[in-house]
């Protein structure tokens, strides 16, 4: 199978061409992921309100808790922690799943399109082992770089210290890590097709990846450079924006905080009194829900953006039409002339 050109623009902007192309899909997957994190955070919450609910009983009883009350307290807490990190995977997986449905199959689950069926368990496994793959080159990375220490402080002894020696051993740590960081980059870029692939094939897929990024590494990779430095700017953006909303609702506020903290805090409940009346203000309460929202939809796009480069990549090279350039109106000038069917 021939494989169509790499059309830079598209690849490094396929997920805005994917919501170009499917708009309401888009908005059914991130209207759901909203939803998926806000029971998330109220499961946790509401699992740990028994343990917090103690912890401000003690706290205005100023007595010493019981030895019972603090492993309730810990075991609460830990329980709640490693119920988290199961949802926490779960709707991290169908959310990746769900976004790579729709820029590889164009495809989008009826009525819920967070799932967790074949498609996010073979998606979990390939995380699973990219994770591992990762850890495994850390371990490998670290003992190079011993060995670079080791070669360097042996040049250093074989010159006598000399100012030579120094400089050549500093210049083989620094060749040493240029070349550790390309190998590290060529990894994770050859890798970056794997989920998007085992989604597309539904199957398995993770040194499959290496053929999908076959001769496109380099256009790749200047694909993730735009985007890290789109990422840059958007959140400086963002953050400037969010930080004029949190001043804009706080602003009415001002005075009732002032009169709060002269007239001091003694127990816990006053506390959260105090931050209970300061929260349900409107203006309080419609600037931090307009940052969070801020903050969850820039997420959204930046890793969609990232995530899509992999899918480009996969789509390519399985032929699919949505990677085309004719059918998502992507200018292809860049890397050369538009592929044609046919």
Sequence with gaps: MSEQRYDFATATFFFFKTIGRRPGGFLAILITQLIAYAVLVSILFAALAPALATIMRLAQSKSEPEFGEVLAIIG????????GTVLYIIVLVSVQAAWLRLMTRDEVKPVIPLRFGLDELRLLGVNIVLLAIAIVISLFGSVFFVLA????????????GS??????AGLLGFLFSVAIGVALI??????AAGPAMTINERAFRVFESFSATRGIVGWMFLSYLLLLAVYLVLGVIVGIIQQIVLFA??????????????????????????????????????????FLLLQFVMQVFMEGLWHGVGAYAAVRHSGGDTARTEDIGAPAGSVGDAPHEG
Excluded: C, N
Aim: glycine share 18%.
């Design 76 to 83: 609460s807490f830990g329980l709640t922690g490693l119920l």
């Design 149 to 160: 220490g080791a070669g360097g402080a042996g040049l250093i002894a074989a010159g006598e």
């Design 163 to 168: 100012v030579w020696s120094g400089l050549g």
């Design 186 to 191: 060529w990894l994770a870029i050859k890798f």
């Design 249 to 290: 609702g706080f602003a009415g506020s001002f005075q009732t905080i002032e009169q709060m903290s002269t007239t001091g805090v003694k127990t816990a409940e006053q506390v959260f009194d105090m931050a209970g009346q300061l929260f349900s203000q409107p203006g309080i309460a419609a600037s931090l829900i307009l």
